[in-house]
């Protein structure tokens, strides 16, 4: 154990260590709690991190990577991601390296150093076992563990990683399908087999749900003008950006999907779907994920948008467009505009390079991205027609 006394010589520490062969700054990092398998221990069923770091606060990276060598682990820096038990050897060897911060470690400063002061007390007072992690991933690659996969949502749902920035492939095959009451997973084969022990002492779990993923709320403390009605409408890994209002009903916001800014949200906002601020979607209203009919193309809603009751979009759109309610904007969906409306949707896109006709008729794909498009349906003909917006879409503050 090595104590240090000052602020410089915890920077030398940090320096030496960084100067070490082979050494990487890990792209993200933590201490998580893990939840485990009631019939089997070894199934990590879910990873509770109070504290992420993505892309930052390396000095404590390269103090939690001296503490495991100092602990008698080898960390590996070439893999993609490395996970370890946190002993107590460990978390003394890091309050020893962190004593300079300990007695500032409090609200937003030293974070880290909080984690490891609060894990000491924590051994003082019972065994750490194995239910706790330090995790590094120094590869944004497909993760290997529930830890991994846990850290990544983490990312996404505190803001600290962009949505559709990092990589979840395989996620789903990693996690496990469990039954969730309150914050705590269940094997359903657990349950199964103690069903009648359960039931006849009164000790039955209320289940609220049995997925993979856990509720958003079950991990993540929202900015104080943010507002989620029901916990079940949003899923962990999704982002809500300050000012979004998720009314309850047909809601959802799915992960790696999301908000950028203040967002009246009664529909859907379906994987990989990111809206602008300003924008609403309306009641029923179901913007596509990669997997429902978009290709593979996810799709981004621009500022100040209006997404009609039960309208389906599955293109991007830019900003201050309407999506009237009832209608499919997809891909394919042919609409008809004249040659007065598209001069005026050109003014505000003008970067566009298209010939005006007296009547134009583009499909969905064609119209992506563009700003001030109104799309509409024509009641008498059925005729799908799109036209310069001529409405401002504007939130009410004191809602958002």
């Known amino acids: 154990m090595r104590t240090i006394e000052n602020v410089e010589a915890f920077k030398a520490l940090v320096a030496e260590v960084e100067a070490q062969a082979g050494y990487r700054r890990p792209v993200g990092f933590g201490i998580c709690r893990v939840d485990r398998g009631q019939k089997d ?37 070439g893999a993609d991601e490395q996970v370890f038990d946190v002993t107590e050897a460990f978390v003394v060897n890091a309050l020893a390296a962190f004593k300079p911060f300990v007695a500032e470690a409090k609200g937003e400063a030293h974070k880290n150093v909080q984690v490891i002061a ?10 750490l076992d194995d239910n706790y992690r330090v995790v590094f ?28 920035s990092v990589n979840l492939n395989g996620a789903f095959g990693l996690l496990h399908n469990c039954a969730w ?17 359960l039931k006849l002492n009164g000790a039955y779990p209320e289940i609220e749900s049995v997925d993979k993923f856990p509720r958003y709320l079950q991990h993540i403390i929202p900015a104080d003008n943010t507002r989620i009605l029901d916990s079940a409408k949003v899923r962990m890994g999704a982002q809500l950006a300050a000012g979004t209002t998720v009314m309850p ?85 042919k609409f008809v505009i004249s040659g007065r409306e598209l001069e005026k949707i050109k003014e505000v896109n003008p970067d566009w390079d298209v010939e005006v006709e007296e009547q134009n008729i583009f499909k969905g794909v064609e119209l992506a991205g563009k700003n001030g498009i109104h799309f509409r349906q024509n009641s008498t003909t059925g005729q799908m027609i799109a036209m310069r917006s001529r409405r401002e879409v504007k939130l009410n503050e004191e809602l958002h």
Do not use: H
Request: proline share 4%; glycine share 12%.
């Open 41 to 77: 221990r070894n199934k990590i069923l879910q990873a509770v991190y109070p504290l992420i770091n993505w892309n930052e606060n390396y000095g404590s990276a390269a103090v939690f990577a001296d503490a495991l060598a100092q602990s008698g682990v080898t960390v590996d820096f």
């Open 118 to 127: 609060t894990l000491a007390t924590i051994a003082e007072n019972e065994m």
């Open 137 to 164: 991933l120094f590869e944004d690659a497909a993760p290997q563990s529930v830890e991994a996969v846990y850290l990544k949502l983490y990312a996404l749902s505190t803001g600290k990683a962009a949505l559709r």
């Open 181 to 197: 009451f309150g914050n705590e997973p269940f094997e359903l084969e657990w349950l199964r087999e103690n069903e009648i022990e």
């Open 249 to 333: 009903g047909a809601s959802y916001i799915n992960f790696n999907a999301g908000t950028t800014g203040p967002v009246m949200v009664e529909g859907r906002i379906s994987s990989s779907a990111i809206v602008g601020p300003g924008s609403d979607v309306g009641g029923g209203a179901s913007i596509l994920g990669v997997l429902s009919g978009t290709n593979g193309n996810p799709v981004s809603i621009g500022e100040n948008v209006l997404l009609g009751a039960n309208s389906v979009t599955g293109i991007p759109l830019g900003d201050g467009c309407i999506v009237d309610a009832g209608i499919a904007v997809l891909e394919g969906t």
